[in-house]
């Protein structure tokens, strides 16, 4: 094991992604591009065309549920305009709420396992507070289809597509090598898509009359907007302490490099750490945020 | 009355013509297609897998077939294309991999209920009780890490419960190796039988092999790791029951009539139209390859292919749910281990035995198989649901 994390800091972390990074087998690679004579005439636009085609045939992606007609305690239930459209919208609902639970739980796990020890991120007390909204949420949502004769096990057609948009999310917080700023960036995108949702879900409650399912809505609303006024704060903050922390190191840097300049000219070596981006932001913003 | 391969003559190879359109058709639907239409697409995706991967190795032993077998397997290729793009783009890896376990489950336990060579039977459930506990493990990594219900995939059809648990399915490798069948003696059906599943769990391999690094979770990059193992271990075993004494163009005519029962079968259940005309045509086209494939094995080894080939086709694998044999053997079988070809008591497995010494080098570091289902038990709608629909007092208030 340990000679596993000795040979993970010896890998060398450049950024080998940009041109700059070999000029000049990038001019090479420019000039050459420039030569060439594409096969066929027309643009990107052609590109419309086959989808167009495709886009005629398509059948949708999947059909609304059936509906049960028995509610969860075993009463009839009438149906009413716009219940298929309201079953979809919860049953996405529900599907990004037990996706978010998951989310947090792993989010949980990566702050815990990392020890955190800067103030400006989650603790582990709040994002277990979110993680268990988002699972109130879960079962909520799922009491609400039932009572409606729904069936809380479909995947309705709106929840896939929902699990299509979650699945980068998933990848993010997932991933060992994000760090929590870019595991936040990730959370901020599924918080900004569930206020959206709960906003809808509630608008639609309110349109069919369904006063109950309105009430609960604006309940968990406020909870998720909660949710999302936290992370934008964490990311924020996060952000430019991160930035701040980089102008500090830079200037550190400098003056060491100014010290060994003075004592003897050494070649240029190759840093076998991964070179850190200019901030666009300076310390000062920090103080600033501060007072 | 089954299909009878040598007056049916399919369609030429000239006539076998195909464009990009016609290739990339409108893709299944999740969520309304029947999990026996994607179990088939999945199977037979792997079919056509085997055709190529098999015509390749020919042609790399034998210089004179190389021109017919480049000639079928360009047809083969497309065909396997136009199946395996039936698959539509929101079906995530891992529901993919809850669709390949489907296949394994109960195209095998169709298999082995159909197997009329004991030993051979006896493979299939061995292989059948491992596949079905990776079923148990993927489900679980999906509800626990996507906070998704495999049982969307299964529709019902097929247990979320656990097998051999993974864990103890590493096994030396001279303890996946199995006694093959008699290339002379064989029913017919059990040559059929064996190329069916090993090309299943050949493609399964490949697939994990595939997407496994997408993943980014480590538990799942683990999970994947460790099943594409055995998925290795699978197809040492299924390509061990096939005589290697068939001499190629034996093999080929059998690949060949493999394909031809393998669409026979589609066909048989298919309930989607559109998924329906692909079997039937591709259905055609094989009877086109299985009789350009006899005229070669008359033309080179001067023999009857009527001593290999069967009248009439024997009867389709069966795509239902196998949900009562498959509980039975696990009830009976879970508890068997693998010495070489033979099979015992995991009691008689003596704890300097190969398997167990591989077995504890691999879990040694942990187990993410055991990790990753501690504690779990499917319920719908996932683990986390606070509550279970009553099925039965929802039927009866139905009815």
Redesign the interface.
Same mark, same amino acid.
């Not at chain 1, 037990?98 to 989310?103: D, E, F, I, Y």
């Not at chain 1, 069936?151 to 995947?155: G, I, N, S």
């Given at each position: 094991m340990e000679a596993r994390e000795s040979d993970l800091k010896q890998e060398m972390l450049v950024n080998r992604t940009g041109i700059m990074n070999n000029p000049e087998l990038s001019a090479e690679l420019i000039e050459g591009a420039k030569q060439t004579v594409p096969s066929s005439q027309g643009d990107a636009t052609d590109l419309a065309t086959i989808k167009a085609?495709?886009l005629q045939?398509?059948?949708?992606?999947?059909?609304p549920p059936i509906m049960?007609?028995?509610s969860?305690d075993?009463k009839?239930v009438g149906q009413f305009e716009g219940l298929a459209v309201l079953l979809d919208k919860l049953g996405e609902r529900l599907?990004f709420e037990?996706?978010?639970?998951?989310?947090y739980e792993?989010f949980m796990q990566k702050c815990e396992s990392l020890n955190l020890e800067d103030g400006s991120g989650p603790s582990s007390e709040e994002l277990r507070h979110i993680c268990q909204e988002e699972?109130e949420h879960?079962?909520l949502l799922?009491?609400a289809i039932?009572t409606l004769g729904g069936?809380?096990?479909?995947?309705t057609?709106s929840a896939?597509?929902a699990?299509?948009l979650t699945?980068g999310v998933?990848?993010?917080v997932?991933?060992?090598r994000t760090t929590i700023p870019q595991t936040l960036q990730a959370m901020l995108t599924a918080e900004l898509v569930d206020n959206d949702g709960w906003q809808m879900l509630q608008d639609l409650a309110t349109e069919l009359g369904q006063d109950d399912l309105e009430e609960q809505c604006s309940r968990a609303l406020e909870q998720e907007q909660e949710h999302l006024e936290k992370v934008r704060e964490w990311l924020l903050s996060m952000t430019l302490d991160q930035a701040s922390a980089m102008d500090e190191d830079d200037l550190e840097e400098d003056e060491r490099n100014d010290e060994a300049g003075k004592e003897a000219k050494q070649p240029e070596k190759r840093t076998t750490k991964s070179p850190k981006p200019k901030s666009s932001r300076s310390a000062k913003a920090k103080k600033k945020k501060k007072k | 009355m089954g299909l009878n391969l040598m007056k049916e003559k399919g369609v030429a190879l000239d006539e076998q013509k195909f464009d990009w359109?016609d290739i990339v058709q409108?893709p299944t639907?999740?969520?309304?297609s029947d999990a026996f239409t994607r179990v088939r697409i999945i199977l037979m995706n792997g079919i056509e897998s085997e055709a190529l991967r098999f015509q390749h190795a020919c042609a790399r032993m034998n210089k004179e077939l190389q021109p017919a077998l480049a000639r079928v397997r360009r047809i083969e290729q497309h065909q396997q294309t136009m199946i395996n793009w039936l698959l539509? @783009? &929101?079906l995530?890896p891992l529901e993919t991999t809850i669709g390949f376990e489907q296949v394994a489950i109960e195209v095998t336990a169709s298999v082995a209920v159909h197997e009329p060579d004991p030993y051979l039977a006896q493979v299939y459930r061995f292989g059948l009780l491992e596949d079905f506990d990776h079923m148990y493990r993927f489900s679980a990594l999906m509800d626990?890490?996507?906070?998704?219900?495999a049982?969307?995939i299964l529709q019902s059809y097929t247990d979320i419960l656990p097998g051999r648990p993974t864990s103890v399915e590493h096994r030396a490798p001279e303890d996946d190796l199995r006694e093959c069948y008699d290339r002379k003696k064989a029913a017919p059906i059990s040559k059929l039988n064996a190329g069916t599943i090993m090309a299943g769990e050949h493609q399964t391999h490949d697939y994990y092999m595939t997407i496994g690094p997408m993943? @980014? &979770?480590?538990i799942?990059r683990q999970l994947y790791a460790e099943i594409a193992s055995i998925e290795e271990q699978h197809v040492t075993q299924y390509e061990s029951i096939i005589d290697p004494e068939e001499t190629w163009l034996e093999k080929w005519l059998m690949h060949e009539a493999g394909e031809i029962y393998n669409y026979y079968s589609c066909l048989q259940y298919e309930s989607n139209p559109r998924v329906k005309a692909i079997w039937q045509r591709f259905l055609d086209y094989e009877l086109g390859h299985f009789h350009y494939v006899v005229d070669l094995f008359k033309k080179f080894e001067r023999r009857d292919p009527a001593e290999l080939i069967p009248e009439s086709l024997p009867e389709p694998i069966e795509y239902k749910s196998h949900r009562e044999f498959v509980r039975k053997t696990l009830s009976e079988e879970v508890d068997l281990r693998a010495r070489q070809t033979k099979f015992i008591h995991k009691d008689e497995e003596g704890a300097d035995s190969p398997s167990v010494v591989y077995r504890e080098q691999m879990n040694s570091n942990g187990s993410p198989s055991e990790t990753v289902a501690a504690g779990y038990k499917w319920k719908?709608?996932?683990e986390?649901?606070?509550?279970t629909?009553d099925i039965k007092?929802?039927q009866k208030?139905?009815a």
């Open positions: 085609d495709y045939e398509a059948p949708p992606i999947g059909s049960v007609e028995v969860r075993g009839n599907a037990r996706q978010g639970t998951r989310l792993a699972l879960f079962n799922q009491k039932t069936d809380a096990t479909v995947q057609p896939d597509v699990g299509v699945h998933l990848q993010i997932g991933d060992p | 359109r409108v639907s999740k969520l309304d539509p @783009a &929101d995530s626990r890490v996507a906070g998704c219900d049982n969307n993943f @980014a &979770d480590p799942a719908p709608g996932t986390l649901a606070e509550e629909p007092k929802l208030k139905v």
